[in-house]
Nanobody
């Protein structure tokens, strides 16, 4: 059974930084992609960043390029997303998800989801 658990969400001022973590238990799965998604109030869920287990390829939405960095600690089964220069528009519930297709691109999706962690950017 696949399980994901996010942590690290918090209230932060504009320009601040946060690091989100996603603890992953995928059982026997070896080939997949892990993505970070977010959903702001009244908006659809959107893909933010993604990393593959096959070769570590990454994808970032244009809105976060240069500010967010996704990484993976294979030994700890954890995926991180470092978020710098946060803006009020980054306020959302952030989810991690596993895509069994195994690749990262603009139409990223997920077959399994975590429960989400709240990020609020406000002064």
């Amino acid at each position: 059974q696949v399980q994901l658990e996010e942590s690290g969400g918090d209230l932060v001022q504009p320009g601040g930084s946060l690091r989100l973590s996603c603890a992953v238990d995928t059982g026997d799965l070896d080939y997949y992609a892990i993505g970070w998604f977010r959903q702001a109030p009244g908006k659809e869920r959107e893909g933010v960043s993604c990393i593959t287990t096959s070769d570590g390829s990454t994808y970032y939405a244009d809105s976060v390029k240069g500010r967010f960095t996704i990484s993976r600690d294979k030994a700890k089964n954890t995926v991180f997303m470092q978020m710098n220069n946060l803006k009020p528009d980054d306020t959302a519930v952030y989810y991690c998800g596993i895509d069994l297709r195994g690749f990262c691109r603009y139409d990223m999706g997920a077959d399994y989801w975590g429960q989400g962690t709240q990020v609020t950017v406000s002064s």
